[in-house]
């Protein structure tokens, strides 16, 4: 249930998000500053963090490569197709994560915890669920005010 819930979201948000054009992606429209083509980034890299250099205790290089000075970061030049395949690609990775594991299980202590115990992947896919659906909520606010798609 919890895989088919993230795909589901991923999913909606791919698609809010590659129906913009190039432009549209890139503008932020709320006071917050973001833009939707950093919401598919920031959310490739949640759960890169989560479940390879959480839950697994990966060595993923930089973990928070979707930040520049505390905000969203995408480079000019990277394009929408490869930022979406990106989160196409991460959600593949995740799935294979989550169904070679228990709910139950632990996560390997390590540098994401802070030095806390670590979290069950089921409290894991419990933050990445909540974590998808209130960018959605606000994503379809930034696609409406552009003339893109909303709600389901």
């Known amino acids: 249930m919890f ?11 791919l698609a809010k998000v590659c129906s913009l054009s190039d432009d549209d992606a890139r503008l932020s429209t709320v006071p917050s500053g973001w833009a939707p083509i950093e919401l598919l980034m920031h959310l490739r890299h949640v759960e890169r963090r989560w479940l390879e250099w959480g839950f697994l205790g990966m060595d993923v290089g930089d973990p928070w490569a979707d930040h520049r000075d505390d905000r969203w970061y995408v480079p000019a030049d990277l394009p929408l197709t490869e930022v979406a395949e990106a989160l196409r690609a ?8 989550i169904e070679a594991h228990d709910l139950a299980e ?4 390590g ?3 802070d030095g806390q115990p670590p979290a069950s992947l089921e409290r894991i896919l419990f933050h990445l669920l909540q974590e998808y659906a209130r960018h959605l909520g606000q994503l379809d606010v ?4 552009a003339g893109g798609p909303v709600g389901e």
């Open 3 to 13: 895989v088919g819930y993230l795909d589901y979201f991923r999913d909606q948000l």
């Open 90 to 97: 991460q959600g593949a990775r995740s799935r294979s994560i």
């Open 106 to 109: 632990i996560g390997r202590p």
């Open 111 to 113: 540098p994401r915890w």
């Open 142 to 145: 930034v696609t409406e005010l």
